[in-house]
């Protein structure tokens, strides 16, 4: 039954890769839940979740310093708004197309439903390579971007944050069109804003320390914690950088970081400060951290090469492989925490599990993104700002929510200790009770 059900998602969105894996990841997790609830299957609820409620695709045209023109793709896909307003973040890689969009929208909407908070789902962004491109650009093709996502936005209706390649730059510049536009001060209708004009205390870091907590609590199911254990994370941006963060505030040592270029490797742990200065302050690449730090730097390398116990991968979709996995496996890692979306591919989440290796999967361990920008709305719609110690606190407490509530889960349908089944499950039911208490629509 599930496979016929795929079998005809498959045929409806024909090359969108992401999105097929996406989709059989969850559909495969709710067997269980089928043979219990057969009703649900008469509902054609699967094939409502997996049918996005809008999907707008669009031209944005700007114009580089030297007075060239340029045309890239947009795409905002609002993908289910049975908790919430949509929300989810946009990225700006120029790797994206509609199918990575799709698989990022699809996966959000069970993340935001897992942090308890009133959200949809949805994700947007765009082809353009933000690489090498001046401010000036950057704010000129924000502008152009903005432009035409405005009329689809609003504070109940859908409200984008950052993902890779935005970041609170980018929001500062869509935010100001965005106002410009419409004339009104609406807080509510971006997260991930600076702190002085509506955003979150915590927000930045958000990501990165949700997921160390939720890493955390999976040890604590064992009887372990993070002191004294290596970590090794791979990209080096927003969520890398805080993850390695919060690691080393629950004493562990993070080792190792990467970027789309290499990785580097400092047994003696990775000096944040300076990786803040050259990755978040100067945008330049990781090497020159390796210059100016001393630590090695592998031109190309595969980061999971380094021993560790802990494994973060923090960059982008299918990073982490088998031959990756097998590598982990054999060098002794004990916890795995996505930090990133679908980060691992199929064959290697079966390696760890089959490895018994604690496994996070990504809409459950890097929640707290999402969760924090939940706050952030909370905040706007009060005209409240909260303390950074506030804020961290009611972070931390969702993470550990989210942690148990995929633990039970799991438990409950006979797969204790499988996050995956857990977090899928559990994010499915959530959804589909408030999709069927709300009618065929
Ligand atoms: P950033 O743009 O801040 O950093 C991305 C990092 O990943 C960079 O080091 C980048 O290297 C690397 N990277 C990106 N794409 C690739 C690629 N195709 N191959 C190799 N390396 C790559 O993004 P974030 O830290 O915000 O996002 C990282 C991941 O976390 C994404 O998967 C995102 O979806 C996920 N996520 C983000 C949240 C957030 O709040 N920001 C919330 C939840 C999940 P380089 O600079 O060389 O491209
Ligand atoms: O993947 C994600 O959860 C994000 N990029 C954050 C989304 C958000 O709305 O804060």
Redesign the pocket.
Known sequence: MIEKLYDRILHRNPGEREFHQAVWEVLESLGPVFARRPELLDESLVERLCEPERQIIFRVPWSDDSGRTHVNRGFRVEFNSALGPYKG?L?F?P?VNLGIIKF?GFEQTFKNALTGMPIGGGKGGSDFDPKGRSDAEIMRFCQSFMTELYRHLGEYTDIPA????V?SREIGYLFGQYRRITNRWEAGVLTGKGVLWGGSQARAEA?GYGLVVFTAEMLKTRGEDLDGKRVVVS??????IYAMEKARQLGATPIACS???GYVVEEKGIDLDLLKQVKLTERARLSEYAERSGARFVSGGRVWEVPCEVALP????N?LDEDDAVRLVRNGVQAVGE???MPTTPSGIKVLRDADVLFGP?KAA?AG??ATSALEMQQNASRDSWSFEHTEARLTEIMQHIHGLCHTTAERYGRPGDYVAGANIAGFELVEEAMVAQGLI
């Open positions: 973040g990225r890689h790797s990022l950052g993902d890779i390649g970041g990501t990209g080096s941006g927003n969520v890398a970027d789309s270029s923090c960059a982008t979709q990073e930090g990133a979306n990504g890097n993104g999402v």
